[in-house]
């Protein structure tokens, strides 16, 4: 979900009179002056935030089952967190799909989950953020930075985009780092300690994370920074991602010629029809599990040595995505084939049909869904 406030929102998730983050810093990290939280703030979390959450740092649902958050949070060895009672299956950073050392440059994690946890999630952008566009920053951590006060509630404020550095990597934006006008929203808010990785939104989608801050120009000033999510860096690490079944959503801005659908395994079909003639799978993402006693897995199903019956169609992995299409009103559905990393239909389709691979008798107990985009 994302904000419908009158300002354009953004979140940000960082700020002091040095760099902070938690990386490097040998403050303790009960210290509650750790991480990073919105200056200058309403203390208030509408409905339309519900998708940012605290846990450590600030991250924020970008699909029902993935994460987005900063590098320098959840960086231990084999950390796998639990958001919303659930524990992390993946735990994985910019750098570590590019093999390049950590830098403020590209402090963007993501975690991924066995299952859907979250009805509420904020698409990326993958428009680039403009100077001077209205932003909005939002966490849970300290709103004065003067006297570090803390109240561990979540804040939110706007400030418009001052600058871009490292080529265009990193995003930044000048604030008020005192709680100046309590409970009043302003156009100077920052980020103090507790609001690392929280997400930087224009017009309701994500276009940063938050990664670090620093001192302003001028007494009471500060300076965040978050990482871009449009640079071609952080595209490149969402569609590695996505190429490996994780679910990310974009705001369809970023995708104009894409229609994308959710597949449900507990349904017989899903049934699309596109505006537009389609062809081609482009994307098929997130998770799940035809039934109580298995385990969650991509649109690419279970390894045969796992099937318990013969399934339907002998060619398709038993949980494997099922697609049917039709190329005219007059025609039925047929079967096409079924996802196994790529999918091109011989003619432009008109209409689609998607389900799980599974026996006709054995939906009810089958959950998760799959997101399915076409070109």
């Known amino acids: 979900m994302t904000t419908s406030h009158s300002f354009r929102r953004q979140l940000c998730a960082s700020i002091g009179l040095f760099f902070i983050s938690a990386c490097g810093d040998s403050r303790p990290k009960g210290d509650p002056s750790y991480q990073l939280k919105v200056t200058n703030s309403v203390k208030k979390k509408p409905a339309e935030f519900n998708a940012v959450v605290k846990n450590g740092c600030t991250a924020t649902f970008v699909a029902p089952s993935t994460v987005l958050s900063a590098a320098h949070c959840y960086s231990n060895v084999g950390e796998l967190p639990t958001i919303n009672g659930v524990q992390a299956i993946r735990n994985v950073s910019l750098s570590d799909i590019t093999g390049q050392p950590w830098s403020y440059s590209n402090d963007m994690r993501?975690?991924?989950?066995?299952?859907?946890?979250?009805?509420?999630?904020?698409?990326?952008?993958?428009?680039?953020?403009?100077?001077?566009?209205?932003?909005?920053?939002?966490?849970?951590?300290?709103?004065?930075?003067?006297?570090?006060?803390?109240?561990?509630?979540?804040?939110?404020?706007?400030?418009?985009?001052?600058?871009?550095?490292?080529?265009?990597?990193?995003?930044?934006?000048?604030?008020?780092?005192?709680?100046?006008?309590?409970?009043?929203?302003?156009?100077?808010?920052?980020?103090?300690?507790?609001?690392?990785?929280?997400?930087?939104?224009?017009?309701?989608?994500?276009?940063?994370?938050?990664?670090?801050?620093?001192?302003?120009?001028?007494?009471?000033?500060?300076?965040?920074?978050?990482?871009?999510?449009?640079?071609?860096?952080?595209?490149?690490?969402?569609?590695?991602?996505?190429?490996?079944?994780?679910?990310?959503?974009?705001?369809?801005?970023?995708?104009?010629?894409?229609?994308?659908?959710?597949?449900?395994?507990?349904?017989?079909?899903?049934?699309?029809?596109?505006?537009?003639?389609?062809?081609?799978?482009?994307?098929?993402?997130?998770?799940?599990?035809?039934?109580?006693?298995?385990?969650?897995?991509?649109?690419?199903?279970?390894?045969?040595?796992e099937w318990k019956d013969r399934p339907m169609n002998a060619d398709a992995p038993f949980g494997s995505l099922l697609i049917l299409g039709k190329s005219s009103d007059s025609e039925p559905l047929e079967y096409l084939g079924h996802w196994n990393g790529a999918f091109q239909a011989k003619k432009p389709l008109l209409a689609a049909a998607l389900r799980m691979h599974d026996q006709d008798h054995g939906l009810d107990d089958n959950s998760g869904t799959v997101h399915v985009c076409f070109e």
């Open 110 to 305: 993501i975690l991924v989950f066995p299952r859907a946890i979250s009805p509420n999630w904020i698409p990326i952008s993958l428009v680039p953020a403009q100077i001077g566009d209205l932003v909005t920053v939002a966490g849970f951590g300290v709103h004065d930075l003067e006297t570090e006060a803390n109240d561990g509630e979540f804040h939110y404020g706007t400030n418009f985009l001052y600058g871009k550095e490292d080529l265009d990597r990193i995003l930044t934006v000048y604030g008020e780092r005192r709680e100046s006008i309590p409970g009043r929203i302003s156009l100077d808010s920052l980020i103090g300690p507790g609001d690392s990785g929280g997400p930087l939104i224009r017009d309701h989608a994500i276009v940063g994370v938050n990664s670090f801050v620093t001192s302003g120009r001028k007494e009471f000033e500060g300076k965040s920074g978050f990482v871009a999510v449009a640079h071609p860096d952080s595209k490149a690490f969402f569609d590695t991602l996505i190429s490996q079944g994780v679910d990310i959503r974009f705001d369809t801005a970023g995708y104009p010629d894409r229609e994308c659908f959710d597949a449900r395994a507990d349904r017989h079909f899903t049934v699309v029809k596109f505006a537009k003639p389609r062809s081609k799978i482009v994307s098929v993402s997130g998770r799940w599990s035809a039934g109580a006693n298995w385990d969650y897995v991509t649109a690419l199903g279970y390894p045969r040595n």
